[in-house]
């Protein structure tokens, strides 16, 4: 047993360079490992790199971020290694090339510690003479160690500076979608009457709400805070950092602006515009690309595919048995192809979904998820009490959100669909194996017996999130739909000379249609003695939708700088409604693709149901078949009587795997979420699953 502790060695190191970003100990062990083994060499200084870790937001120091790569080359490098000499050795002794020996000198296997009786002439033979191999057995393992090696050393290393660039891309990319809603949380609270360092410090405060670009604006307010630098400072600083060349140019135009001591709330509304126009073209240019996307899916992915599974069974018809390629083609190729499609899809589809998925906890105010998963540069913490209160209030959330979900159990559920899993999946698999005893009393397990139990199973757990989703999608639409009437009858009351508790007391008089019900309950946290603040924090955490929770965080702002917030609600109201007609024009553009999708899969489906239950059955038997022995029965070419139900067996999975598919990428375009593609995907399974089943 001990030859193997090398190799679980070498595999407990690949697996704790895995989990380090998840683990705040594992993380701390590697640095100080890191520090440790190679703190005699130098780290030579590289502008480009430690800008590209700047704009990547990794927070680590260069010269840290450069030390700890070295021990994940070396620690990859000799953990492959190991696994490299462990694979040949096992590979070897399986397929028998090891040396022969004397056949009266006992020898177990290639790891036994028996000595080769052989003489060995070369090093590495003497080598092996001590381990218990043959020389060449030990080149092999040698040669292969340092293959291994090389390549993990490599990969580790590609891997480490590939990542920075890689995280760089995407905070530009979510820093140009979140840019219009920026800009205009910026600009109202500067019409508000609010300073502009204020401002600054308010986005700064809310960066699960705006994104990676109010994390941009919180390094400045750090440098403001921290180092005490001057406001044109700290944003100059910030244009050096920043991945994104709009955010880049806006804050340069910023600095122009403040060193001139120009009117900052004019320069402000010309960028909202400007930012506003450039999402509606952005939206535009991201439509035609999806168009040309699913032209390109219906001709390589349906289209093309189609034609390979059916030229592949012609083939097996008039020559020779084609079912291996069927295989490959079925269960690899076409789910692979799908998938390659859906990772394009929500890279391309991610500006869109930007401005959805925003939104995060909020406590008081200020947001705490970034701020509890955020990456140290220290190497842990400066005592065990900050710890010790960090994990406190990690459970303490857990235990609060798990409290919340018990007391309204189907609110829960509605408000956050996944949690629909916790109560299916259980309820899925107890009934699956329930009606799996039968057949598995009976001594072996039908293929197509275990179909049918997955794919029912299946198709249950998708049409009840499919069912949870969409009811809470409607209902947050309904919300949403009435955000910019409530917003601009509290504008027009506050512009009247209505306080801000009185204006909420006169809107949950008139009639908001689907926020009736929160108004009502906004005006009865302030009835029962909470402030305007607290209650429309319990209004948003009711809501949870990124529109309201960007208004909550804008009106709360702007209420600690003034009374008089009316311009606020306006410039709010127009941000509000902009979003929405954006999010209707992408809908109607985008259903036009999702009739692409459905009509490409009920064309696959016929051409599948032609070929299994027209083509086959009325093929020409022939006496002598070249997939079965001479003279029995059979049909023409290769494929013989026993492998037509195998055959039928493959085109049904295909028919199967890009049903589920294909509606996950029609949900990709329809509305930019796997999510949103599961209905989807329940709707052609089903079709598929009930057609094929009532054909038999």
Do not use: C
């Not at 490299?84 to 399986?94: K, N, P, Q, R, T």
């Not at 599974?309 to 020779?320: N, Q």
């Not at 459970?395 to 189907?410: C, E, V």
């Not at 078949?625 to 085109?651: H, K, M, N, Q, W």
Request: glycine share 8%; aromatic share 6%; net charge neutral.
């Amino acid at each position: 047993m001990l030859v193997y502790v090398p190799l679980l060695v070498a595999l407990a190191v690949l697996a704790g360079f895995a989990l380090v970003p998840y683990s705040d100990r594992l993380d701390e062990a590697v640095s100080r490992a890191a520090f440790l083994l190679f703190r005699g060499l130098s780290v030579e200084p590289d502008r480009n790199r430690d800008r590209l870790l700047r704009t990547a937001a990794i927070g680590t120091p260069y010269r840290e971020y450069v030390t700890r790569t070295r021990l994940y080359v070396v620690g990859s490098a000799g953990a492959m290694a190991v696994i490299g000499a462990s694979v040949a050795a096992v590979v070897i002794e399986a397929a028998g090339l090891a040396g022969r020996v004397d056949a009266s000198v006992p020898r177990p296997g290639i790891f036994s510690n028996a000595p080769d009786p052989e003489p060995l002439v070369d090093a590495l033979g003497e080598v092996g003479l001590a381990v218990g191999v043959d020389g060449g057995v030990a080149i092999a393992m040698v040669l292969a160690a340092v293959l291994f090696g090389a390549v993990g050393g490599a990969t580790a290393y590609l891997v480490r500076w590939k990542l920075p660039e890689v995280r760089a891309a995407a905070r530009r990319r979510q820093i140009d979608a979140g840019m219009p809603r920026m800009v205009a949380f910026v600009y109202a609270l500067s019409r508000g009457g609010m300073s502009f360092p204020d401002v600054m410090r308010a986005l700064s405060r809310n960066e699960a709400v705006f994104g990676e670009s109010a994390r941009e604006v919180g390094v400045a307010v750090r440098s403001i805070e921290l180092f005490n630098v001057d406001l044109v400072t700290a944003i100059r600083r910030t244009t050096r950092r920043t991945p994104s060349e709009q955010f880049e140019q806006f804050a340069g135009n910023l600095v122009s602006v403040l060193q001139s001591g120009g009117d900052i709330s004019a320069f402000l509304r010309d960028q909202y515009r400007r930012y506003r126009e450039e999402a509606e073209e952005q939206q535009r240019e991201i439509l035609d690309l999806l168009a040309t996307v699913a032209e390109v899916y219906v001709t390589v992915v349906v289209a093309g595919m189609l034609f390979l599974i059916t030229i592949l069974f012609i083939i097996g018809v008039v020559a020779r048995d084609t079912l291996l390629p069927l295989r490959i083609v079925t269960y690899v190729v076409l789910p692979a192809v799908n998938l390659v499609f859906i990772a394009y899809l929500a890279e391309v589809t991610q500006p869109l979904r930007t401005g959805r998925e925003s939104g995060g906890v909020m406590i008081g105010g200020d947001t705490t998820g970034a701020s509890l998963q955020g990456v140290r540069s220290d190497g842990g913490y400066l005592r065990a009490s900050s710890r010790l209160n960090h994990d406190r209030l990690r459970a303490h959330q857990d235990i609060r959100h798990i409290r919340d979900t018990l007391a309204s159990p189907f609110q829960s559920v509605v408000e956050r669909p996944t949690l629909v899993f916790t109560v299916t999946v259980p309820i899925a698999v107890a009934v699956t194996l329930y009606r799996l005893q039968p057949a598995l009393a009976g001594g072996g397990l039908d293929v197509r017996v275990a179909d049918d139990l997955l794919v029912q199973a299946g198709l249950f757990l998708m049409a009840t999130f499919a069912v949870v989703y969409e009811l809470n999608q409607r209902r947050l639409r309904r919300l949403e739909g009435s955000v910019p009437d409530l917003l601009d009858r509290l504008a027009s009351l506050n512009e009247a000379g209505t306080a801000v508790v009185s204006s909420f007391d006169r809107v949950r008089q008139s009639d908001l249609g689907p926020l009736d019900p929160e108004a009502e309950r906004v005006w009865r946290d302030i009835e029962w003695g909470a402030t305007v603040e607290q209650a429309l924090d319990r209004f948003e955490s009711r809501v949870s939708t990124a529109s309201v929770t960007r208004v909550v965080t804008l009106i709360r702002n702007a209420m600690r700088a003034s009374n008089e917030i009316g311009p606020v609600l306006r410039i709010a109201a127009e941000q509000a409604r902009a979003d929405q007609r954006l999010r209707r024009q992408r809908r109607q553009e985008m259903a036009t693709y999702l009739i692409v999708i459905y009509i490409s899969f009920v064309v696959f489906l016929v051409v599948i149901m032609a070929i299994d239950y027209v083509l086959i059955p009325n093929l020409p038997e022939s006496t002598v078949d070249a997939g079965t022995v001479s003279g029995s029965p059979g049909v023409v070419g290769g494929i013989g009587g026993g492998a037509v139900p195998t055959y039928r067996l493959v085109f049904f999975h295909a028919a199967l795997v890009q049903s589920l598919l294909s509606g996950l990428v029609g949900g990709m375009m329809g509305g930019g979420s796997l999510k949103d593609g599961v209905k989807h995907a329940t709707v052609m399974l089903s079709i598929t699953y009930l057609v094929l089943a009532l054909l038999g």
